[in-house]
């Protein structure tokens, strides 16, 4: 029999501040409901400018982390598409943090939001060719399209950390899985901007089509998927769009005049993923994007909320990146899959959260490192996690754990 290789832990971390929807709405003198309903958005993660993608992802990965695992973890890889470095990987810093043995090797991935995947799937392979062996993957991002823009809504900011091993206790990674790459221009940023270009209407025109173009390849690839599997995962930018892509998808299926094989079967399955759905965005909902992670803390949250998932269903996730790659991978739940996951951390985070104002969270927006050079030194108390931004240096990062906190993983 083969070895399962998949996710073994996950955890993710959301800065400690965040915006009311609502209230946000009224300040841009839009009707609420749009950002609630329309968008279905309610709250926002916002980061301090003192809280970049490294601190994010160092405190996402800490927890799940045990002092064996840094022996035998080979590799660290980061996907991000909110670097501060052109160069150095992100990953250097959280393999330094997280104390993770000298012999391992860390890289960066970038392709937008699909790049967690990618870096997912490079894991997976690693691990099935080596079982003893494990790798970290953290997605760490900050979403941001700037005050008052029509992405403004859609902006986010958190991290999620997976540790891949043999024998997961999560999710067990299938091995054949599909991908797709079509070049456009949705949404994309050159190095000389702030903020990222986007065709707001077109990008989620093509997320339907691209999610509609996969299925019909995964149907005639996987003859048993619209009957094995019972959740259908998505990249949630926001959190109507997967459902956006469920209703294109359906008037697809019920207004061709070409025949589509398995119709009726597909339109059941798409009966079931709506039922699943509304658990699996609990989390994006009062997060917003994090671009390469929301896939996976839409996971999280369908682990968590969805009481009829038990030991052996199988899930099929679409991960998609502006540009654009998207894939379409499987998994299956392990037993006792609930029990390894930190809910009660999760749910403390979100209790010690803040509401910023809306003038907080526009003054914090427009503050930004300053790109002199010379030293800057930074204290612990903006952040909740355990590492924070301590010092740059002539234009080089250092973090540091609290003194208070300096304790192993929760694992
Ligand atoms: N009550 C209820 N609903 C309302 C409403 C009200 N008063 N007013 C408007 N709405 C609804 C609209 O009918 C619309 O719903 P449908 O899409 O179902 O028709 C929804 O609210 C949004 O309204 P608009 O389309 O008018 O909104 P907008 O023009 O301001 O733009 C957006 C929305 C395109 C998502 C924009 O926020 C944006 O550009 N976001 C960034 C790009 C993005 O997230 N694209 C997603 C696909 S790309 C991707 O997935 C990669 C990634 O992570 C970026």
């Not at 010379?374 to 740059?392: M, N, Q, R, T, W």
């Amino acid at each position: 029999m083969k070895t399962k290789v998949g996710i073994d832990r996950i955890h993710f971390y959301i800065p400690p501040q965040y915006v009311d929807m609502e209230e946000l709405a009224q300040a841009r003198k839009i009707d609420p409901a749009k950002f609630t309903i329309g968008i279905g958005q309610s709250q926002m993660a916002v980061t301090d400018y003192k809280q970049d993608i490294v601190t994010l992802a160092i405190n996402a990965a800490l927890p799940i982390i045990s002092k064996e695992d840094r022996d035998i973890i080979d590799q660290v890889i980061v996907a991000t598409e909110s670097s501060f470095d052109y160069s150095k990987a992100a990953s250097i810093y959280l393999h330094e943090a997280l104390k993770i043995n000298r012999f391992a090797r860390s890289y960066e991935i970038k392709e937008a939001c699909y790049a967690g995947t990618a870096a997912l799937q490079a894991a997976v392979d690693y691990v099935r060719l080596r079982p003893k062996r494990k790798v970290l993957v953290v997605t760490t991002d900050i979403a941001r399209y700037g005050l008052a823009s029509s992405g403004e809504a859609t902006q986010g900011a958190g991290a999620v950390a997976m540790l891949i091993t043999a024998d997961p206790a999560i999710l067990a990674i299938e091995e054949e899985s599909i991908a797709y790459t079509d070049n456009q221009f949705d949404f994309w940023r050159p190095q000389y901007d702030t903020y990222p270009r986007v065709d707001g209407k077109f990008s989620t025109d093509l997320y339907n089509q691209t999610f509609l173009n996969l299925m019909e390849e995964v149907g005639e690839r996987k003859p048993d998927f619209w009957d094995a599997y019972q959740v259908q995962l998505f990249h949630l930018p926001f959190t109507k769009m997967g459902r956006k892509a469920i209703k294109n998808y359906r008037q697809y299926l019920s207004n061709s005049t070409d025949k589509i094989s398995d119709t009726d079967q597909k339109l059941k399955a798409l009966d079931l993923w709506e039922k699943h759905y509304e658990h699996a965005i609990e989390y994006s909902r009062n997060i917003g994007n994090i671009y390469t992670g929301s896939l996976y803390l839409g996971l999280i949250s369908l682990l968590n909320y969805d009481q009829s998932l038990k030991e052996g269903d199988k899930i099929s996730l679409f991960s998609y990146g502006s540009g654009a790659v998207a894939e379409c991978f499987f998994g299956e739940l392990q037993d006792g899959f609930r029990e390894a996951i930190l809910f009660k951390e999760i749910e403390s985070m979100f209790q010690k959260r803040r509401k910023l104002s809306i003038e907080e969270y526009e003054e914090l927006y427009l503050k930004s490192i300053e790109t002199s050079d010379g030293i800057i030194e930074f204290d612990p108390s903006v952040h909740e996690g355990e590492f924070y931004l301590a010092k740059i240096d002539n234009h080089r990062r250092y973090y540091k754990q609290k003194i208070s906190h300096q304790n192993d993983s929760k694992m």
